[in-house]
């Protein structure tokens, strides 16, 4: 199983970046996606996920500047983060993870560094 993310970088305050991250290995399609960060220091948090059956959630921080989606023909989950904030810095993974028989069944990526500074 492969989670790979791309699309980090340095943005300045109040830009825009979209995050990706592409499955491989898993029937994608089953799976609950999600994005989470871990800013330094800090414990990593849930920052949106999006079910099997496209439902949506998201943390309170990032609710109406962030939108995740996911294009199940192309085993793909998107973060798109606009008006970002220097508090938005952090490692973003990508999470895979369903319900197994007797625990859930979780996967993860190596993560993308995003900067937000000016």
């Known amino acids: 199983v492969q989670l790979v993310e791309s699309g980090g970088g340095l943005v300045q305050p109040g830009g825009s970046l979209k995050l990706s991250c592409a499955a491989s290995?898993?029937?994608?399609?089953?799976?609950?996606m999600g994005w989470y960060r871990q800013a330094p220091e800090k414990q990593r948090e849930l920052v949106a996920s999006?079910?099997?059956?496209?439902?949506?959630d998201y943390a309170d921080s990032v609710k109406g500047r962030f939108t995740i989606s996911r294009d199940n023909a192309k085993n793909t989950v998107y973060l798109q983060m606009n008006s970002l904030k220097p508090e938005d810095t952090a490692v973003y993974y990508c999470?895979?993870?369903?319900?197994?028989?007797?625990?859930?069944?979780?996967?993860w990526g190596q993560g993308t560094q995003v900067t937000v500074s000016s």
């Open positions: 999470n895979a993870q369903r319900k197994g028989r007797d625990y859930p069944i979780s996967y």
């Open positions: 290995g898993i029937i994608f399609g089953v799976y609950t």
């Open positions: 999006i079910s099997r059956g496209d439902s949506t």
